[in-house]
């Protein structure tokens, strides 16, 4: 009913820029908040960025002044601008939306996720 497709991540070298999209598409009424996650090897999911429909951004702590999130309504996309990269920022970067159906039942969807690696 609802699908998220993610591209854009790549293997880049170490202070170098990659911007990431995600594509919502199905059986859509409204899409509300939409975010990034990623999991780094090993390691559990944690929010990188989320974008509401109103209000504030939110970024984790660690990618504060180098990401950038930000959606475009009318293509049901959100991006995320990635800059001065980090060999710590390599994960599978997973995107999330909130959303309302057309069929009235409402459930966050995740997309298949996109690797990013970091490394010279």
């Known amino acids: 009913q609802v699908q998220l497709v993610e591209s854009g991540g790549d293997l880049v070298q170490p202070g170098g820029s990659l911007r990431l999209s995600c594509v919502a598409s199905g059986s859509i009424f409204r899409i509300n908040a939409m975010g990034w996650y990623r999991q780094p090897p090993g390691k559990q999911r944690e929010l990188v960025a989320v974008i509401p429909t109103q209000g504030s951004t939110n970024y984790a702590d660690s990618v504060k002044g180098r990401f950038t999130i930000s959606r475009d309504n009318a293509k049901n996309t959100v991006y995320l601008q990635m800059n001065s990269l980090k060999p710590e920022d390599t994960a599978v970067y997973y995107c999330?939306?909130?959303?309302?159906?057309?069929?009235?039942?409402?459930?966050?969807?995740w997309g298949q996720g996109t690797q990013v690696t970091v490394s010279s």
């Open positions: 999330n939306a909130l959303v309302s159906t057309v069929t009235g039942s409402t459930a966050r969807y």
